[in-house]
């Protein structure tokens, strides 16, 4: 309440004084009032003078009397800010904090700026799943009308998701979704992942990953009907429950291409769809579509083609009629692109993911498309492309908004195989050399028989175009690595990558290696000694390597299929003279179904090799030893070619190998917190063939055995377990058919990998 006298109305101001200011002057409280001198006031105006002055925020109170002619001012201004302490903080830093508050030092405090401080802190711990934290700001009052503003915090015990499951769901297992969703179960490691922690703004984007896992498979109704979060009766955990609502399964019916356009032939089009009548629908196979025949439409020189899919929906044998119509779009081009975020990543890095530049015609598929590229770097955590209107009405500006983030690692470390033993390592990895978009990695390991550098340089856009230039150098020295002699090598290969269709890719290397055998302990008459009495074997060759692989279409989330096969072709020459030269070659080829509501994986892999030398012969650092990676159940070199020699034995590998392997995956009816699933495998394999002048060679000719690749077959099981330093593999082995002297091994483990 504003004491005015009762009987005044107005009041002519002849004078405006302040009183109680020390550190704000009169003249700027004047200035804020809005009062002139001079001006005949009103009650209400009087009144808004002083709200003027509160709504400031510099002053604890304010009051304004009417004297006569005079209005007098008195405020009490508010204290500044000392200093900003937290309190009560471990899980976040002070520094951390900081970056949140907006109350500093030497400003003036303000109550209301303190309480959205404090909210700020608390959605910062919420955001780690403690929703329970308190944060309460207090001062201290110092000298000088100064104080010191403490938060207080109380952080909490961190809210885990205990349980997620799923209603409405009949075609999926609540197994299978959780797979899908962000967010996890509390397990294991819930101190080392962060994901079982109940953050409401990822649930959004567990809606949205589920929408999108189910019409990549057909269910085009489906949706999410409601999410709810329980906590339970202790308050320290929540129940997650996904309402859901599958639908039908839709497949493909009749695809079609129309236009109205006299320039656009639909027969023409029509081969550009790919999408086989029957197969079950998918929206990434649309997008496919609607991209190639907009592409060729640019190829062919019509500018401006947009195709819009007409979807006719078939509820009686639920498939869907697509047809591609092809319109003009509007005459719109791109104007400019404008790139903002990139501290280190140079602007050209992001403009080569473009299929347009300045000048071009303006098509909104081809951004969005861009957009995924960009995110797919893995150079940022965030990524937005949009366009804007330009500076006329038919051209765009194309906004890219990105935030960086680590793309480097710096390890130190010791390490342990039942091969090398223990070993110390270091390595440095970065997928974005000095913001070029490079890769660069070295290492080095040590161990108790083997030490390794290694050095990989790539570059994914030579020229600015779709390709790659790579170059990797390795120097290893092995002590008796599983074998009775030590070898040196050094090996450089560079090479170059291009797609050559939507799925395959094609690489080409050239390559220099050198090898030496040294300190054989085996008899002197051997294989392995003969071989090393070749001395330091130097070749240089060209090679290839043809690969196709359809999970880079993603076009059925079900069924992957991959083929490799190389070639090298090498020549060169022994130390002591003598000419060497030889063809290797190599094939790999193999498939992944999920069955039984995707819960049980069925892989089958087929490798094989040939090494045929013409000039020269074979050796054992040459020919082909088949190690765990590829056939399991057998130790490196544990079967194919031996030297028998008295009790002793040496493994010579061989010039030919094959191994199928077939695999299930499959869970295991534990929770899968825990992150652990089973398989069954088996493999079927050999390795045979030696030159024939190596064989001769040798008196008695049969202390040479298992050259004629008689079949080894093993069986197994194993445990698959994610944790937080990588996916572990536990194989066990027994073997189905073997000969006397291969050396098997009933276990290993290995980091775990697809095909």
């Given at each position: ?65 009417v004297v006569g002619s005079t209005v007098v001012i008195t405020v009490v201004e508010r204290p500044t800010i000392n200093k900003v302490v937290f309190e009560g903080n471990s899980r976040l830093k002070d520094e951390e904090l900081r970056r949140i508050v907006r109350s500093v030092p030497r400003r003036v405090y303000d109550p209301i700026v303190a309480e959205e401080d404090a909210s700020r802190i608390a959605e910062a711990y919420a955001t780690q799943g403690r929703i329970t934290a308190t944060v309460t700001p207090r001062i201290v009052r ?614």
């Open positions: 309440m504003v004491p005015l006298a009762a009987a005044a109305q107005s009041v002519r101001v002849d004078r405006l004084e302040v009183e109680g200011n020390k550190r704000i002057e009169t003249a700027t409280i004047q200035s804020i009032s809005g009062l002139q001198r001079g001006q005949n006031a009103s009650n209400s105006e009087v009144n808004e003078a002083a709200q003027r002055v509160r709504e400031s925020g510099l002053f604890e109170t304010v009051d304004i009397r110092r000298s000088d009308n100064r104080v010191d503003l403490v938060y207080e915090i109380v952080e909490g015990g961190i809210v885990e998701i205990e349980r997620i499951s799923f209603v409405g769901n009949r075609n999926f297992s609540d197994r299978r979704l959780r797979r899908v969703v962000e967010s996890k179960q509390a397990g294991f490691f819930r101190a080392l992942v962060r994901r079982d922690t109940f953050i409401e703004d990822r649930i959004e984007f567990d809606k949205q990953v589920l929408r999108d896992f189910y019409q990549s498979r057909g269910y085009i109704d489906f949706q999410v009907v409601s999410v709810t979060a329980e906590l339970t009766q202790d308050r320290d955990a929540f129940l997650l429950t996904f309402r859901v609502q599958e639908g039908q399964q839709f497949t493909f019916g009749e695809m079609t291409v129309s236009s109205d356009l006299a320039e656009v032939d639909p027969d023409e089009f029509q081969p550009k769809i790919k999408i086989k009548s029957g197969s079950v629908y998918t929206p990434v196979a649309v997008e496919n579509a609607i991209t190639r025949l907009e592409i060729h439409a640019e190829r062919s020189g019509l500018n401006f083609i947009r195709v819009e899919p007409d979807v006719i929906r078939n509820d009686a044998d639920l498939s869907l009629d697509i047809d591609f119509v092809m319109t003009k779009g509007p005459r719109v081009f791109v104007e400019r692109i404008d790139i903002e975020g990139n501290t280190t990543t140079l602007d050209r890095v992001i403009r080569r993911e473009f299929d347009v530049v300045e000048g071009d015609p303006f098509n909104p598929r081809s951004i969005r498309a861009t957009a995924e590229r960009i995110r797919a770097l893995g150079y940022f955590s965030n990524a937005e492309v949009n366009a804007r209107e330009g500076s006329t009405p038919n051209s765009v500006i194309v906004e890219v908004d990105v935030e960086e983030q680590p793309t480097g690692n710096l390890s130190f470390g010791a390490n342990f195989n039942s091969t090398d033993g223990v070993g110390l390592t270091a390595s440095f990895s970065q997928r974005n050399f000095l913001g070029r978009g490079q890769r660069l990695s070295f290492g080095v390991n040590t161990g108790r028989s083997a030490r390794s550098f290694g050095f990989s340089f790539e570059e994914p856009a030579l020229l600015d175009r779709d390709l790659l230039f790579g170059i990797d150098i390795n120097y290893r020295v092995t002590d008796n690595n599983n074998a009775r002699y030590d070898t040196s090598s050094f090996r450089i290969s560079p090479r170059i990558g291009f797609p050559v269709s939507e799925n395959g890719r094609l690489t080409l290397r050239a390559f220099g290696n050198s090898l030496k055998m040294f300190d054989v302990t085996t008899p002197a008459a051997g294989v392995i000694a003969n071989e090393a009495a070749l001395g330091r074997r130097n070749v240089a060759g060209l090679g290839y390597t043809y690969s196709f692989d359809n999970r880079r279409s993603g076009l059925d989330p079900k069924t992957a299929f991959f083929f490799r096969f190389g070639q090298d072709f090498a020549f060169g020459d022994d130390e002591n003279g003598g000419d060497v030269e030889f063809i290797k070659t190599t094939l790999a080829t193999g498939a992944e179904t999920k069955v039984l509501n995707e819960d049980v994986t069925l892989s089958a892999v087929l490798e094989a090799g040939a090494l045929h030398f013409g000039e020269g012969v074979s050796r054992v650092d040459d020919r082909f030893f088949l190690g765990s990676r590829i056939m399991r159940g057998f130790e490196p070199g544990g079967i194919g070619p031996r030297q028998v020699s008295g009790t002793d034995d040496d493994a010579l590998g061989g010039n030919f190998f094959a191994v199928a392997r077939f695999e299930a995956r499959f869970p295991l009816g534990l929770p899968d917190e825990y992150g652990i699933s089973g398989g069954a495998f088996i493999d079927v394999g050999s390795v045979w063939g030696l030159d024939d002048s190596t064989i001769a060679s040798q008196s008695p000719a049969n202390s040479i055995v298992y050259e004629d690749g008689s079949l080894r077959a093993v069986a197994g099981v194993s445990l698959f377990w994610d944790t937080p330093v990588g996916p572990l593999r536990f194989n066990f082995t027994e073997t189905l058919k073997k000969e006397t002297l291969d050396r098997d091994s009933s276990f290993d483990l290995t980091i775990s990998t697809s095909f």
